[in-house]
């Protein structure tokens, strides 16, 4: 597992480098780098942390994604998951964080 960061896209939070459990995340310049992406756990938490939708997951084809990605965009309350395939098409859903421990 891995994740692409967007340098364009980051705008130098600090989140995502907070939320690593490996600390594989750090700041350079003003934006998230990850030096070292083999190392990744695939926990997805930076992801899921990013409210500029700067980090890609990729979903390799173990986990049924044939190489696609996962991004999630924050707004408000509202996590709007969307995969990329490789194809070019898209699948996005949108869930409502207050209701993360609900089930």
């Given at each position: 597992m891995s994740i692409k960061i967007s340098a364009q896209q980051c705008i130098g939070c600090g989140q995502c480098a907070e939320v690593c459990p490996g600390s594989l995340i750090v700041l350079r310049d003003s934006k998230a780098a990850i030096p070292r992406p083999e190392r990744c756990w695939g926990c997805a938490s930076c992801v899921?942390?990013?409210?500029a939708g700067?980090?890609?997951?990729?979903?390799?084809?173990?986990?049924?994604?044939?190489?696609?990605?996962?991004?999630?965009?924050?707004?408000?309350?509202?996590?709007?998951?969307?995969v990329s395939k490789p194809d070019g098409g898209r699948v996005s859903i949108t869930l409502d964080s207050r209701d993360s421990n609900k089930y």
């Open positions: 899921k942390e990013c409210p700067a980090i890609l997951f990729y979903l390799g084809t173990d986990m049924g994604g044939q190489g696609g990605t996962l991004s999630v965009r924050r707004e408000r309350h509202l996590l709007h998951w969307t």
